[in-house]
């Protein structure tokens, strides 16, 4: 059974690092077929790809947010964590994290439930 | 900036047809873009329905389909049921690993 779920601070300053992180199971991220994304979504309003990590640690972020995004995994603990700097209260969404079959590019097959951030001071 | 547009609202009644389209501000959607489609319930996690433009997940309803017309991805409901409302967001990848998602169709059944 594939599951992910996010984990972080509910409530972030502006100008603060956000970390958050996806633990995985049913899957092994050392896979070479699978890789982890994090996608958000602001309240009431449409789904945003932000970034995603492969087994093989290839990384990929969206030109948009790509200087304050940084992603990496931990295989042993089944985690990818995401880190965001200097947010705003724009950034306020819920942050998801999904898996991705990259072998045969079948994004997103899974996702975990989401974890609501909210910025502010 | 890379755009995906999608209609923002269609209404279907129960048992009709309905097709949500997905447009690509490059020019025309092709299988290339490995378009894919997802539903989203209010408070829920949003769930894969397509991928590749028409293959459906094992958990796919056999009502939905996924297609390419006109230059755009398609998303059709054939037989809609009153469960089938919902959010529907469309998924295009650019390459470069890059993946852009459409602004959603809400779709209300009536």
């Known amino acids: 059974q594939v599951t992910l779920k996010e984990s972080g601070p509910v409530l972030v300053k502006p100008t603060e690092t956000l970390t958050l992180t996806c633990t995985v199971s049913?899957?092994?991220?050392?896979?070479?077929?699978?890789?982890v994304s994090w996608i958000r979504q602001p309240p009431g309003k449409a789904l945003e790809w932000l970034a995603h990590i492969f087994s093989n640690d290839e990384k990929s972020y969206s030109t948009s947010l790509k200087s304050r995004l940084t992603i990496s995994k931990d295989t042993s603990k089944s985690q990818v964590v995401l880190t965001m700097t200097n947010m705003d209260p724009v950034d306020t969404a819920t942050y998801y994290c999904?898996?991705?079959?990259?072998?045969?590019?079948?994004?997103?097959?899974?996702w975990g439930q989401g974890t609501l951030v909210t910025v502010s001071s | 900036q890379t755009v995906v547009t999608q209609e923002p609202s269609l209404t279907v009644s129960p048992g009709g047809t309905v097709t949500l389209t997905c447009a690509s501000s490059?020019?025309?959607?092709?299988?290339?873009?490995?378009p894919n489609w997802f539903q989203q319930k209010p408070g829920q996690a949003p769930r894969a329905l397509i991928y590749s433009t028409s293959n459906k997940h094992s958990w796919t309803p056999a009502r939905f389909s996924g297609s390419l017309l006109g230059g755009k991805a398609a998303l059709t409901l054939s037989g809609v049921q009153p469960e089938d409302e919902a959010e529907y967001y469309c998924?295009?990848?650019?390459?470069?690993?890059?993946?852009?998602f459409g602004g959603g169709t809400k779709l209300t059944v009536l």
């Open positions: 490059t020019g025309a959607v092709t299988s290339g873009y490995y």
């Open positions: 999904a898996r991705i079959r990259y072998f045969d590019w079948i994004p997103f097959d899974y």
């Open positions: 049913g899957f092994s991220l050392s896979n070479a077929r699978m890789g």
């Open positions: 998924l295009l990848y650019y390459g470069g690993a890059q993946l852009v």
